[in-house]
């Protein structure tokens, strides 16, 4: 490397160790500006080991970092534009180009991105686990929950690590919580054939527990993530119960809440929402909060008494 530039690129590395990317930035254009074509390529330490980077390569996807944690999308995916010019292959560049691409909301070509890097790691890369995850947003995001979903079983089949491990549960559990796909998934029920939403406890007709899937073509992810959202659920409303018995129904009301996004048919969650309107003195309120609990299941335990209990104080 060039006395000139390496003076600059080191300068350029200590202003990113101490996070000051404009500082990164001047230091990185200086020695793109001072860079040669005959200039040799860069030794580079990653997961493949030692690799040898072309230096035009090196520079500008090093400057687009800085520009990308600024949050300057724009320009740093032009940088790395600019460095797959002369290193197309560079797994590093795809996955960098496809995230600013994600960021700024082309998902379209986020996911082709990703695509791209995945299709030259080799199967035991563990880059690959990672870059799944990220496709997999970018399908969420894109309205894909199918291909979505695929992605992070894909991504926990070749997972080595803990940490991401449990982002792909998280996923799978939170995945699309307002996504029409997902939520309009149908289950029949085996007692007495009502159609309705998957995320229900019960049939409401017959009270019945027991239903068969109604083909969507991904079964398999669809009860996956359905199972997940609904223990999620369950999990909100218990904490929210342990915090409404030490009296903090504040707290509680947002663990009902989040229990509700999570599963909107939780009709527990609803009537649990109504007890802590009750108890502030606004029963109105709490009668919607009632009613809506028994139009998703009308043997909750306990809601009806409470319902006719309130529209006497209400008279």
Known sequence: ???????EVTKAQAAMARQDWDEAIRHYGKAIRSWRHGESGVRVSGQ???????????????RGTAFAHKGDYRTALADYDEALECEPTSVYCLDNRARMHHKMGDYERAVRGYSQALSLLPVSDARAAQLYVYRADAYREWGQPELALKDLRDAAEQCRDETLRATIDQLKQELLPNDRGVLAAK?????????LEM??????????????????????????????????SQQHVD??????????????LKEFQQAIEANPWNATAHGNIGVIFLRRGQPREALEWFERALEIDSNVPGVKEIVAQVHRQLR
């Open 1 to 7: 490397m060039a006395t000139r530039v390496e003076g």
């Open 48 to 62: 493949q080991g030692i690799q040898l980077v072309p230096m035009r390569a090196f520079l500008y996807s090093s």
């Open 187 to 195: 289950k029949k029920c085996v007692q007495c054939g009502e159609v």
């Open 199 to 232: 995320l229900r406890f019960r049939c409401p007709k017959c009270s019945s527990e027991m239903f068969d899937v109604i083909a969507t073509g991904s079964d398999h992810e669809l009860v996956e993530v359905m199972q997940g959202r609904q223990k999620l």
């Open 239 to 252: 904490q929210g119960g342990r915090l409404f018995q030490q009296g903090l129904a504040d707290e509680a």
